[in-house]
């Protein structure tokens, strides 16, 4: 059977790539490994984006990489570029197309004066959770957005929590990328998906509630139960968000599109990703899957891939071993 062997990058659609990079590296510790530009036919039919160009940073931070993506349209097509979709303004911490990276600190209160705490904020202020909470008692952190509105989170662990990694000594101020945070509808059908189709592990599942959970999501009345997954390999894993309380307003992302400023990509190395992609083609668990392209492996880490959208739209690049 297929099964996912790390979590290569999680990457966004952003339009100001300069002032996105500096940003990151001022405020939360990224490095920029390289800049390219991408103008090989695969990336358009990868990404279901025909005739797609662009320009891709890689940003590092300790073993994960933030890819940020700054689509460059040609003059024909420039309007349908322009009408990719914006991040909505009232995006909230239940809607089904959120998403956020979860980045690893060794010291929230001074990694939050960085420059984060001027960013717009999702959180009231850092929040530690509860000592009743068993599973994630005494983790602090707090969310907010970057300049383009992508959400984020910073996340100090105690020293009973969190990967062995997180607790080496004399850490960094800024670690490294814990997992990728996605809003869901149903727990069952994800881990269907992500487990059952991709080989991924589910490792944790808790509820989280409470007024540290309303500050912390900015959110009233909050129960939200949360899935942690891990890839075979070490590294960053998925976590699942699946708002019980408040649900009335759990809006899904319509008719998503590559070049949304909306959209996070998840890239992951897959085992047998033909074999994957025939079994893909044969469930209605997927929003949607494109086909298989080959790709040139000095913009990728395999030469063959291919894109699908879980059970809520999330987007997968899923790159063959």
Same mark, same amino acid.
């Given at each position: 059977?297929?099964?996912?062997?790390?979590?290569? %990058?999680?990457?966004? #659609? &952003?339009? /100001?790539?300069?002032?996105?990079?500096?940003?990151?590296?001022? @405020?939360?510790?990224?490095?920029?490994?390289?800049? $390219?530009?991408?103008?090989?036919?695969?990336?358009?039919?990868?990404?279901?984006?025909?005739?797609?160009?662009?320009?891709?940073?890689?940003?590092?931070?300790?073993?994960?990489?933030?890819?940020?993506?700054?689509?460059?349209?040609?003059? $024909? %097509?420039?309007?349908? !570029?322009?009408?990719? $979709?914006?991040?909505?303004?009232?995006?909230?911490?239940? /809607?089904? !197309?959120?998403?956020?990276?979860?980045?690893?600190? %060794?010291?929230?209160?001074?990694?939050?004066?960085?420059?984060?705490?001027?960013?717009?904020?999702? %959180? #009231?202020?850092?929040? #530690?959770?509860?000592?009743?909470?068993?599973?994630?008692?005494?983790?602090?952190?707090?969310?907010?957005? /970057?300049?383009?509105?992508?959400?984020?989170?910073?996340?100090?662990?105690? *020293?009973?929590?969190?990967?062995?990694?997180?607790?080496?000594?004399? *850490?960094?101020? +800024?670690?490294?990328?814990?997992? &990728?945070?996605?809003?869901?509808?149903?727990?069952?059908?994800?881990? /269907? +998906?992500?487990?059952?189709?991709?080989?991924?592990?589910?490792?944790?599942?808790?509820?989280?509630? =409470?007024?540290?959970?309303?500050?912390?999501?900015?959110?009233?009345? &909050?129960?939200?139960?949360?899935?942690?997954?891990?890839?075979?390999?070490?590294?960053? =894993?998925?976590?699942?968000?699946?708002?019980?309380? *408040?649900?009335?307003?759990?809006?899904?992302?319509?008719?998503?599109?590559?070049?949304?400023?909306?959209?996070?990509? #998840? &890239?992951?190395?897959?085992?047998?990703?033909?074999?994957?992609?025939?079994?893909?083609?044969? @469930?209605?668990?997927?929003?949607?899957?494109?086909?298989?392209?080959?790709?040139?492996?000095?913009?990728?880490?395999?030469?063959?891939?291919?894109?699908?959208?879980?059970?809520?739209?999330?987007?997968?690049?899923?790159?063959?071993?």
């Amino acid at each position: 059977m297929s099964q996912v062997l790390k979590l290569a %990058s999680v990457g966004q #659609t &952003t339009e /100001d790539l300069a002032k996105q990079i500096a940003w990151y590296c001022k @405020t939360l510790g990224f490095r920029l490994i390289n800049q $390219e530009r991408i103008d090989h036919p695969s990336l358009g039919a990868l990404v279901g984006s025909p005739g797609a160009v662009v320009e891709r940073a890689r940003l590092a931070l300790g073993q994960e990489i933030l890819e940020l993506w700054a689509f460059e349209a040609e003059q $024909e %097509s420039r309007a349908s !570029w322009q009408a990719g $979709e914006a991040i909505p303004a009232d995006s909230q911490s239940n /809607d089904l !197309w959120f998403q956020h990276i979860c980045i690893v600190v %060794s010291d929230l209160d001074k990694a939050f004066g960085m420059g984060a705490n001027q960013a717009e904020q999702i %959180s #009231t202020a850092p929040q #530690t959770l509860p000592s009743w909470n068993q599973g994630a008692a005494n983790i602090q952190a707090v969310k907010f957005k /970057d300049p383009a509105g992508h959400a984020l989170e910073i996340l100090e662990f105690p *020293p009973d929590k969190g990967a062995e990694r997180w607790h080496l000594p004399n *850490p960094p101020l +800024f670690m490294g990328l814990d997992h &990728t945070a996605i809003g869901i509808g149903d727990t069952a059908k994800s881990v /269907d +998906f992500y487990q059952g189709l991709l080989g991924l592990e589910l490792v944790g599942q808790g509820i989280n509630h =409470g007024p540290e959970q309303d500050h912390m999501d900015g959110l009233a009345d &909050t129960k939200v139960v949360i899935s942690s997954l891990r890839p075979k390999e070490q590294g960053m =894993g998925i976590e699942f968000l699946d708002y019980q309380q *408040p649900n009335s307003q759990r809006r899904p992302r319509q008719n998503p599109q590559a070049t949304d400023l909306n959209e996070w990509r #998840t &890239t992951l190395i897959v085992e047998d990703l033909p074999g994957l992609h025939e079994r893909l083609s044969q @469930t209605n668990a997927v929003d949607s899957l494109g086909p298989l392209v080959s790709l040139p492996t000095a913009l990728w880490e395999g030469s063959q891939g291919c894109q699908v959208r879980d059970p809520d739209g999330h987007a997968l690049l899923l790159i063959g071993a």
